[in-house]
């Protein structure tokens, strides 16, 4: 998909993420430096379509995929995780990690495998979203690079 675009302003990209349930309370503008959209932040829609990467080093934690209603089961989550997965292989990264409390399915079909939350390598184990921000339940995946 060629419609993808860096960058997302913060705004914009916690009104999707706020939309769907998803957290919010950590994110900062820096956050957005590797975060990647789809839609127009101007359009009264706004996004339709977010995923964001923190990035450690050879490792990532994948955050905030998030699809509106309305443009689910386009194929447009998968293209946005596929672009993520690109962009941390060009800057190094080897493993990334992620939590989710709905979307296991969705990931294990794209080459996640639950991880026990102690093999979580200390850069991963110290953000907020590992540590507090995402309850305990959630599950803990990972995919080599």
Not at 3 to 25: K, Y
Request: hydrophobic share 45%; proline share 9%; aromatic share 8%.
């Amino acid at each position: 998909m060629t419609d993808i675009h860096p960058h997302p302003p913060l705004a914009a990209a916690m009104a999707l993420l706020e939309a769907v349930q998803l957290p919010t309370a950590d994110l900062t503008e820096n956050h957005c430096e590797h975060f990647f959209y789809q839609g127009s932040p101007a359009a009264p829609a706004g996004l339709v379509g977010l995923v964001g990467l923190e990035l450690f080093g050879d490792v990532a934690l994948l955050r905030s995929l998030a699809v509106s209603p309305a443009a689910r089961a386009s194929g447009l989550g998968s293209a946005l995780l596929e672009y993520a997965e690109s962009h941390a292989r060009s800057t190094g990264v080897k493993a990334i990690y992620l939590l989710t409390t709905t979307a296991e399915e969705f990931f294990a079909r794209r080459g996640y495998t639950p991880t026990p939350r102690d093999a979580a390598p200390p850069a991963i184990r110290s953000t907020r979203e590992f540590a507090g921000i995402c309850p305990a339940s959630s599950a803990f995946m990972s995919k080599p690079l």
